[in-house]
């Protein structure tokens, strides 16, 4: 760190955190040096969606928000949603597809399919596409990953 550095406080997946920063370090960059590699370095432009996470519950791009920007506020990342011994629902469901190959683009597709499911009471396709537009899958073709997740929804739908 630098002279110029600042500290950033906000609570991460479920914990409250303190980090040094440095005035034009990304959220990502911080997540990434702070070891919650998860979250992935996809395109650096906010078009991938390889880097999402949920702030205060909504799907951003972490390549995009400097760390500053998340003082006092609420992160989530792939780390707090699920482990390989207990995985979320949306996780196994993947799993269960076969609908991981490299596995880049799913901490992202997790993301942004718990903003969906944490966020709304309607599943329709539309709705389903709006939140999951932006997360780029370069190997599957995305059928398995939405099957996993329509199962996903499809029993939280026949809960209510």
Do not use: H
Not at 126 to 144: A, F, Q
């Amino acid at each position: 760190m630098t002279s110029n550095s600042k500290t950033v406080s906000f609570t991460l997946n479920g914990e409250a955190k303190t980090f040094a920063t440095e005035p034009d370090e990304k959220l990502l960059t911080l997540l990434r040096r702070e070891g919650y590699r998860g979250t992935k370095f996809g395109c650096g432009q906010g078009t991938c969606g390889a880097c999402t996470v949920l702030l205060d519950d909504r799907a951003i791009y972490a390549c995009l928000l400097y760390s500053q920007q998340a003082e006092g506020r609420s992160i989530r990342t792939i780390e707090g949603m699920g482990s390989f011994d207990n995985p979320c629902d949306f996780q196994q469901e993947l799993i269960n597809a076969g609908a991981v190959q490299c596995g880049y683009c799913i901490p992202g597709m997790v993301m942004s399919a718990t903003a969906l499911m944490e966020a709304e009471n309607d599943f329709d396709d539309e709705i389903v596409r709006e939140y999951m537009d932006g997360n780029l899958c370069r190997c599957t073709g995305y059928e398995k990953i939405w099957a996993a997740l329509r199962k996903v929804l499809d029993r939280k739908e026949a809960s209510k």
